[in-house]
């Protein structure tokens, strides 16, 4: 309340009240912090700020009563995140160490991992891609208050380079002194003040520290305690701000070149490696996504010209040492370890160095060992993806590292059925990055001439090693190489890759016991083990290929017909299999597995390559519709069970029925395509059996029975109406909406038409209704038609009220049609007796039809 009411001496009065009753102190720190919190809250007026100074300064006066409470001042006020700059200036009085801890918390990021794993600070380095220079995504309130206060910026500057000249040299303070170096380097930039002599003594007894800890020979450690240190000292080095002329920027560029000379472990070379191939091409975004990297910020307190400055200044007169350090990082030893010094070259687009680059990812790609080792780092598929985006940039012939000739070769090679060995996941490891490398290249490049033929890569087997890693981390080389096949083959992502089942089968024993079956019938379920055995071990493609080029064959040893592309671009190939394929089933589930796989993949192979999407459906449609209506030819006719015994119970294919609906689902307008192209009573009776999807195409079909679209002929109308009854009675549960308006449209339709057609013309002894270009007989297509549909209204349960009524009438109707024609006058004869014998068949079948559903005759 004193401080809300701006009481001048409010400060002294809560001293005074906390000093004569510590047991109040708690309270009247939480009532300074409330008074804080409204006055920030409120409009930012002058009323609300001198509120807020005099809620610091009592906050800054309790402190003072002793050091218990200070500690106890700071702890309230880092849980209620409040007077960030006052929690500084306490922490520096108190606690130095907890200050720099401070000043890291809150002008860094959360990640996870710890400030001393490198392999942290590395993926740090490669998520910040994008840095800024100067500006903040959100404000933090310790900077506003430090760019504000310069006392307090130059109070934390001078005590941080005190404990860093102290501590730097003690090995067992390495922690610490990477701690203080870091805080130092998060501090804003007018924390420098007029005096730089403090942070020039901090750079010589860094520079002279480096010098001291490398001086012993040998091979570099891959990592050392020190590692933090050291890149926390490089950053701090290339963040500090001030002019060329600057003798403590001078000292900064010299310390920056002991650092680089003397590296600690293999981890501090790549570092300092990077960093000398960033000052010798000028490279100042490199520089800054390094030291977001490092520092863990949103944006380092630098600039590009000051940087720019640093690398001019550093590289006049050590270029070349610098260019041997930068060079000695894309050797292949240390590409090995880590590739990212060859990443980031990959990425300037400089032509000097074009060559080397291209034997080393030569060297690596056509090395399983090298493979391995590389695949192993997280820059794997970076090193990959920069190499082809290099070779792109070059004005003279692209051709790539990775050639299909030599890419199939190496496929070939692989040990399918002993994948487990060493060996073979070395060249499996080998074959992925290599793949990798092909399709970047296909995707960033289409039209060149090496493109390798995606379809004949086994892209399953290796996604499903990739995933698998067997006891490597291969994430980030499994997401690249999932991206990159959802791209080119996106019908593969989603499929699993079976367990291996049975004996090891090779493609050419799938060959072989495929032939036995055309001699032996008895044979066909050992192939069928064959095939899956086989294809749960070697690549798909292989498989598919041997069964597919067997099965054609009609048991007649020839060589091979197909290509797997090319059964890729056109599956209707398959249909080309003897009726024997059919009859047995084992070869008919081969045949079945096999083409679904072929139609996923020519779906995707059109939809890619054509030009609008409609092209691609229409096509894709007749493709199914000529799918669907030899499948089901062949399962109603039954010479696919091998057997038309009428008094043996009927067998039916579950492959194929799954074939069918899996096939009917996906594409609207197959059923009403082939309904209007007059299906046999068998095939409709089958689809009607088998496949519920078929009311899908309800709307369809009343769309082309509609008058007014006149896009049918009248003998295709009729066909699309008993269908259409056909298929709305048998599903009628399942959309009793949609399926009774289907049924009332094709009932119209054949109230208007069907009597008229099936009875032919008055007068004429002879069938003589043909379409144009036809050869079958209109006036008994649309009789069977007609009959047909009096069969099915027949069988309509009388508990349906609505669909009986509807069939009822209907009927009367047809019935009332027919009476009309027969009583009509014509010419007598044999033509007429013929045609007034058809009328009445169809009144008599109407009045039986009626009664068994029990409906009433309206004639």
């Known amino acids: 309340a004193l401080c809300r009411a701006e009481v001048s001496h409010s400060p002294k009065l809560i001293e005074s009240m906390g000093a004569n009753c510590p047991p109040a102190t708690s309270c009247l720190l939480r009532g300074c912090i409330s008074a804080y919190r409204l006055a920030k809250q409120n409009s930012r ?13 009592s906050t800054r006066l309790l402190a003072s009563l002793s050091k218990r409470e200070a500690m106890n001042v700071i702890c309230v006020l880092r849980r209620e995140k409040i007077m960030e700059g006052l929690t500084l200036s306490l922490l520096l009085d108190h606690d130095p160490i ?21 392999k942290t600070l590395r993926r740090r380095m490669e998520k910040n891609k994008h840095p800024s220079f100067s500006k903040e995504p959100t404000e933090n309130q310790l900077k506003t208050e430090l760019t504000k206060d310069g006392a307090l910026a130059a109070k934390a500057r001078e005590l941080i380079c005190q404990r860093i000249v102290a501590i730097y040299s003690d090995a067992e303070a390495s922690g610490e002194a990477a701690l203080f170096i870091k805080a130092f380097s998060l501090l804003p930039r007018n924390s420098l003040g007029p005096n730089s002599k403090p942070i020039e003594e901090v750079m010589l007894v860094i520079q002279s520290a480096a010098t001291v800890k490398n001086a012993r020979k040998g091979t570099l450690p891959d990592t050392s305690e020190n590692d933090n240190l050291y890149s926390q000292s490089m950053a701090l080095c290339c963040v500090t701000k001030g002019n060329p002329t600057d003798s403590h920027f001078l000292a900064c560029g010299e310390c ?30 490199t520089i800054a996504e390094i030291m977001v990297g490092i520092l863990n910020a949103d944006s380092v307190e630098s600039n590009e010209r000051q940087l720019m400055s640093l690398c001019e200044e550093t590289a006049r007169e050590n270029e070349d040492e610098l260019r041997t350090i930068f060079m000695r990082g894309l050797e292949l030893s240390t590409v090995m370890y880590d590739p990212i010094v060859a990443i980031e070259t990959l990425r300037r687009s ?63 090679k692989i040990p399918w059925a002993k994948v487990a060995d060493e060996r073979s996941a070395q060249l499996l490891l080998q074959l992925s990055l290599q793949v990798i490398y092909a399709l970047e290249f296909a995707a960033l490049d289409p039209s060149s001439p090496f493109i390798v033929q995606v379809r004949n890569l086994p892209l399953r087997e290796l996604l499903s090693f990739i995933e698998r890693g067997d006891g490597i981390d291969l994430k980030p080389l499994a997401t690249c190489l999932k991206r ?10 989603h499929r699993r890759v079976a367990t291996p089942i049975g004996a090891v089968a090779t493609p050419n024993k799938v060959r072989e016991s495929i032939m036995k079956s055309f001699q032996d019938g008895a044979f066909e379920i050992v192939a069928e083990k064959t095939f899956l055995s086989s294809r749960s071990i070697y690549p798909h493609q292989d498989v598919d290929l041997a069964a597919v080029n067997a ?15 090319a059964l890729c671009q056109d599956p209707l190939g398959l249909m080309k299999a003897p009726a024997k394929v059919w009859r047995l089933k084992g070869l008919r589930c081969i045949l079945v597995r096999v083409l679904k796989d072929l139609l996923g993949a020519n779906e995707c192979i059109v939809t890619q390559s054509a030009k609008a999407q409609n092209v691609a459906t229409d096509y894709l449609t007749a493709r199914d519709a000529i799918i669907v209506k030899c499948v089901v030819f062949a399962s109603s006719s039954g010479f696919v069970m091998g057997g038309s015994d009428p008094s043996a119970r009927p067998k039916y294919c579950m492959q194929c029925i799954s074939l069918v609906r899996f096939l009917v689902s996906r594409r609207r307008g197959i059923i009403a395509s082939l309904a209007k192209d007059g299906l046999s009573g068998s095939c409709l009776s089958w689809i009607t059996q ?9 709307p369809m079909m009343m769309k082309l029975l509609h008058v007014e679209n006149n896009l049918l002929t009248a003998t295709q109308c009729v066909c699309l109406a008993c269908a259409g009854v056909q298929i709305g009675v048998m599903h009628f549960e399942r959309n009793e909406k949609l399926a009774f308006g289907l049924i009332c449209a094709c009932n119209l339709v054949m109230v208007n038409s069907g009597v008229a057609l099936s009875v032919g013309l008055v007068g004429i002894p002879v069938a003589c ?10 006036t008994d297509i649309c009789r069977e038609a007609l009959f047909r549909l009096i069969r099915v209204l027949s069988s309509i349960d009388p508990k349906k009220t609505s669909l009986r009524n509807e069939a009822s009438l209907t009927l009367s109707r047809l019935a009332s049609k027919a009476k009309s024609e027969s009583s009509a006058g014509g010419i007598a004869g044999v033509a007429a007796a013929r045609r007034k014998a058809g009328l009445k068949q169809i009144w008599d079948a109407c009045v039986q039809a009626n009664t068994a559903i029990g409906g009433s005759a309206q004639l």
Request: some cysteine; charged content about 20%; hydrophobic content about 40%.
């Open 45 to 57: 007026s002058a009323e609300n700020e001198s509120v807020k100074k005099l809620a610091v300064e």
């Open 98 to 118: 907890g200050a720099a801890a401070f000043i890291v918390e809150m002008m860094t990021r959360t990640v996870n991992g710890t400030a001393n794993d490198a």
């Open 256 to 285: 920056l070149l002991a650092l680089i000379r003397h590296p600690q472990s293999r981890e501090s070379f790549i570092l300092s490696s990077r960093l000398a191939g960033c000052l010798v091409h000028n490279d100042t975004k």
């Open 350 to 412: 400089s032509s000097r160095y074009v060559n080397e680059l291209d034997s080393l990812m030569k060297a690596i790609l056509c090395s399983p060992d090298l493979c391995t080792q590389v695949a192993k780092s997280r820059g794997a598929h970076s090193l990959i993806q920069e190499s082809v985006k290099m070779l792109l940039r070059r004005p003279g012939p692209r051709i790539p590292c990775v050639l299909p000739l030599s890419l199939e070769s190496l496929s070939h």
């Open 484 to 493: 990159l096949v959802s791209k080119h083959c996106p019908d593969y992502v």
């Open 551 to 565: 099965l054609l064959s009609s048991g007649v040893a020839r060589h091979q017909v197909y290509s797997y592309l």
């Open 690 to 698: 088998f496949i519920p999807e078929s009311i899908l195409d309800a």
């Open 769 to 778: 209704l043909r379409e144009d270009g036809g050869s079958q007989n209109i």
